[in-house]
């Protein structure tokens, strides 16, 4: 069982994000890549592409299923991590590790809807 | 686990990307005990074997088996499945597990011309275990007093598997060279672990129903549901090869007949993904540019060995051909795909 980060938020859809100041970086957690199974495919946004919190910004697909991915805060995408496109495997590897896009928040107020370490524990035990 | 025409199944053990290649490398061990066993018996058993299954039962000797359709008279798929000739006037089919009453009530009715035949669902009677892979032989030798390296691909023998009385069978849905093994249920479990505990210096590892449908993709094994189904014709599925044509009427005959007279008009294709992404069942395909659906994806996966996407799906015939180019529409995007020979993978002799 992997630990979940204390440092990082957390939504019911099973995505974390990092933050610091303006910038969020985002993954999907352990739990969600366990339920997917061997991922084989990440599809991610343009870089400049402008998401709402909860907007679809993507697509995993595993062997077994297809999951979309859900941004958990606003925000325009300043980095997006190509390496997946090439190693989505690393996404089982290291789910905490594998983060996806980096976002410039532009509602920082949103981020106390999400859940801390604790809480999403709770959810997925 | 998941729901799986009446029986919880695990999806996967370790991981479908681990089993997969443990079945490919060194052998894994599935429970197919969901199969159904439907068996045919009476003196004319054979006649009425005849009439419900696509391909020539006559060409079986007691102890062989081979792959066959139950079709509608639309010659297409109720069901797909194999026959077993256990005696000369005594038949096995192991069929779909979802399908066992559908396909129970309709060789019961069908074979009532055929004289002396009754039919049985004999399904409760039989757990099946299936061990496949290049080390299959070697883990079950020493299980049983059968002699395996002279039981011939698509026969099978009676025996004893871990002192459990068994029908041991050369056949399998991976690909792969391997056993199917009937085993009385309450003994099922026993025989489980004892091919483990022969297989642990090889790493035998039980292999769940993720691994066992891309398996059967990538030997492009169709899967009734998917490829294969009451709207496809054994021609159309490019079975033509379990179709007894030199035999006398079976149902479906008159329209395989007619249709192949007159060549069908969509084919089902392998193919392989150019552009990424997964092309899955459902998914609609497009040729030439067209806006408006041509054709239909069917199975379609990343499959573990060959690091491929690949699928299995039907087009317009004229658009078949090997190395034809069309697009599939992944959830609004499309995407280039190759038609490919089938199958995707074949094991070195």
Same mark, same amino acid.
């Given at each position: ?9 957390? =939504? ?32 991610? *946004? ?30 325009? /995408? ?48 | 686990?998941? !729901?799986? &025409? ?42 009425? /074997? ?62 009532? !011309? ?27 030798? *020493?299980?049983?007093? /059968? ?34 093994? +009937?085993? *009385? ?47 496809? =014709? ?36 392998? +193919? ?31 499959? !573990? ?10 087009? !317009? ?8 180019? +069309?697009?599939?529409?992944?959830? &609004? ?6 038609? /490919?020979?089938? *199958? ?6």
């Amino acid at each position: 069982m992997a630990s979940y980060p204390a440092s990082y938020k957390y =939504t019911k859809d099973h995505e974390w994000v990092e933050l610091s100041g303006e910038r969020g970086k985002v993954g999907i957690t352990d739990y969600a890549q366990q339920q997917l199974g061997d991922v084989v495919y990440v599809e991610l *946004p343009e870089i400049g592409t402008n998401l709402k919190q909860g907007q679809s910004f993507g697509t995993i697909e595993s062997v077994k299923a297809v999951s979309e991915l859900y941004a958990p805060v606003s925000g325009e /995408v300043l980095e997006v991590n190509t390496a997946l496109k090439e190693k989505p495997e690393e996404v089982n590897a290291d789910p905490h590790g594998s983060w996806m896009i980096v976002v410039r928040l532009t509602s920082a107020g949103e981020t106390g809807a999400l859940l801390d370490a604790a809480q999403y524990q709770d959810l997925v035990k | 686990m998941v !729901p799986f &025409g009446g029986w919880d199944m695990p999806v996967e053990y370790s991981g479908i990307v681990a089993e997969h290649m443990a079945v490919r490398t060194r052998a894994g061990l599935f429970d197919v005990s969901h199969m159904g066993q439907i068996e045919i018996a009476g003196s004319d058993a054979l006649a009425a /074997v005849q009439r419900i299954s696509s391909n020539d039962a006559s060409k079986l000797s007691a102890g062989q088996a081979q792959y066959s359709g139950l079709l509608t008279r639309a010659g297409t798929f109720i069901d797909d499945l194999l026959v077993y000739r256990l005696a000369p006037t005594h038949f096995l089919l192991v069929v779909n597990a979802s399908h066992i009453p559908k396909d129970y009530a309709w060789i019961a009715e069908e074979i009532k !011309p055929a004289g002396d035949a009754v039919a049985v669902d004999a399904s409760s009677r039989y757990a099946l275990l299936a061990l496949q892979g290049p080390a299959a032989r070697d883990v079950l030798q *020493p299980l049983t007093g /059968v002699e395996l390296t002279d039981l011939k691909y698509y026969w099978f023998a009676h025996g004893e598997v871990a002192s459990v009385r068994a029908t041991i069978s050369r056949t399998g849905y991976t690909g792969e060279d391997g056993f199917e093994i +009937f085993v *009385p249920p309450a003994s099922a479990d026993r025989v489980w672990q004892a091919i483990l505990e022969s297989g642990r210096s090889v790493d035998v590892v039980p292999a769940g129903l993720g691994a066992r449908d891309t398996l059967r993709l990538e030997a492009a094994m169709r899967l009734h549901g998917n490829d294969i189904d009451e709207t496809t =014709t054994a021609l159309e599925a490019d079975l033509s090869w379990i179709v007894g044509w030199k035999k006398d009427d079976f149902i479906g005959a008159g329209a395989l007949r007619e249709q192949k007279a007159h060549g069908v008009r969509r084919k089902i294709v392998g +193919f392989e993904m150019l552009d990424r992404g997964i092309a899955r069942q459902g998914y609609e395909a497009y040729v030439d540019g067209a806006s408006a659906p041509a054709g239909i994806v069917t199975s379609g996966t990343q499959t !573990p060995y060959l690091k491929k996407a690949i699928g299995m799906g039907y087009l !317009p015939v004229e658009h078949t051909a090997i190395d034809t180019e +069309f697009d599939v529409d992944i959830r &609004g995007r499309r995407t280039r795909a190759r038609v /490919v020979p089938m *199958p995707f993978y074949k094991r070195q002799k």
